[in-house]
């Protein structure tokens, strides 16, 4: 009791130290599109020409194609009003609650997306906010003119295929690669051979843009089945240097396309020089994951959830937990010179989803506007994990 009670204490300061915000992001919001009454902005753009999205789905439809149809709509109807269309989108998130949607989903997706599509990320969730069926986010830049597909030799280049890639300028956005052999379609036999086969594609796509996993800044991996950290962490870290490892979120999902168990959704710069590793001093180097990576003006934060450094997790209760969780960000935040104000995407990986209710005022605490684009949806977290929720954030300087 006395160290929960000294944690709560250590806590209570995060919310009344919110920082000011100041200029240099415009929040884009559709004319009639309702105001959010959480601490979201539907999309913002930050001063490098860079756009991120918040979760659009649909909860008025009652099919997945018009929930779907509604959602494309509303990521449209953003970029519009951004001054952009479909063409500027690099990176794409598309969040599903039933494999059995995929084809539908698939169906109004290629129907809409146009001729250039992004890199695109396909995930079975556990639960999204309100009963939706659908949400995707994305990124998008300004400038459409730098954007350019990436496709390794002898790659397949059929219609409704994502490209593995897309170049937009300095930056590298890829696709979900799984444990799928491109070049034959075979999906790898075990779980360590299809995270092998998945880290080999990754790299493959970033030889094609004259790159390597050292310019690797930010790393998804989903796994569709449980029990499989240790295994995934074993391949995982033989592909990057020790201590300049990514930021990383590891997710557990309910399932993959192509009955694949393991993807990894990744971003990547082309510029080493400007590349740094970001560890607060409470963080040990690890040969897994960064804390963060700075490239340029923008830092990728690696998942964080309530685990405090040097003690572990130390309650069960879900707002102590959110609190340590904003902490620890903050700490990767701070490196850089960094604070609340300067997010601008931000992904809640909830346990339920029903503490969506509890999470949105108190993370709304930590925020001013101009609120940083946010998508919430509800993990596959294992039996006997004491997380509540993960939350990861993209930061620019102003």
């Known amino acids: 009791m006395h160290r929960l009670t000294r944690v709560s204490v250590c806590l209570l300061f995060l919310t009344a130290s919110l920082f000011a915000q100041t200029s240099g992001f415009k929040v884009i919001q559709p004319p009639g599109h309702p105001t959010p009454d959480t601490a979201y902005s539907p999309g913002l753009m930050a001063g490098n020409g860079t756009l ?29 009003s951004a001054g952009m269309d479909f063409n500027n989108v690099v990176w794409m998130n598309v969040y599903l609650t039933d494999t059995h949607d995929l084809g539908a989903m698939d169906d109004v997706y290629w129907k809409m997306i146009g001729s250039s599509p992004p890199a695109r990320t396909v995930l079975t969730v556990a639960a999204l906010p309100h009963g939706e069926k659908v949400e995707i986010n994305c990124i998008a830049v300004a400038d459409g003119g730098q954007r350019k597909a990436i496709w390794p030799a002898g790659w397949p280049r059929r219609p409704r295929v994502d490209p593995p890639a897309i170049l937009a300028g300095e930056i590298l956005y890829l696709s979900a690669q799984g444990g799928e052999e491109p070049l034959t379609g075979k999906l790898q036999s075990d779980f360590s051979a299809e995270t092998k086969q998945a880290l080999e594609n ?7 843009a004259q790159m390597s996993m050292k310019n690797v800044l930010w790393v998804n991996p989903y796994m569709s089945v449980g029990g499989q950290y240790d295994v995934m962490g074993k391949v995982y870290k033989t592909y990057f240097e020790f201590g300049n490892t990514p930021g990383r979120g590891t997710i557990q999902v309910v399932g993959l396309p192509k009955g694949e168990h393991m993807v990894f959704s990744c971003i990547a710069g082309a510029d080493l020089s400007k590349r740094k590793a970001v560890r607060p001093r409470n963080m040990p180097p690890s040969p897994t994951a960064s804390p963060g990576i700075l490239y340029g003006d923008t830092l990728y934060l690696s998942a964080k959830d309530g685990f405090i450094p040097g ?27 960094m604070d609340f104000s300067n997010v601008v995407f931000s992904t809640v990986y909830l346990r339920e989803i029903k503490d969506d209710t509890q999470m949105n005022p108190l993370y709304g605490k930590f925020f001013k506007p101009p609120y940083p684009a946010r998508t919430t949806l509800q993990q596959n977290f294992e039996s006997g994990e004491e997380a509540a929720e993960q939350i990861s954030f993209i930061a620019v300087k102003k």
């Open 52 to 80: 991120y999205l918040s979760g659009q789905g649909s909860s008025t439809a009652q099919d997945l194609s018009g929930q779907m149809s509604q959602a494309m709509g509303n990521v449209q109807s953003l970029l519009h």
């Open 202 to 208: 990754v790299s493959t796509v970033l030889k094609a």
């Open 311 to 337: 003690q572990g997790m130390v309650t069960p209760l879900f707002d102590l937990q959110l609190r340590q969780s904003m902490r620890n960000l903050l700490d990767g935040l701070e490196e850089v010179d």
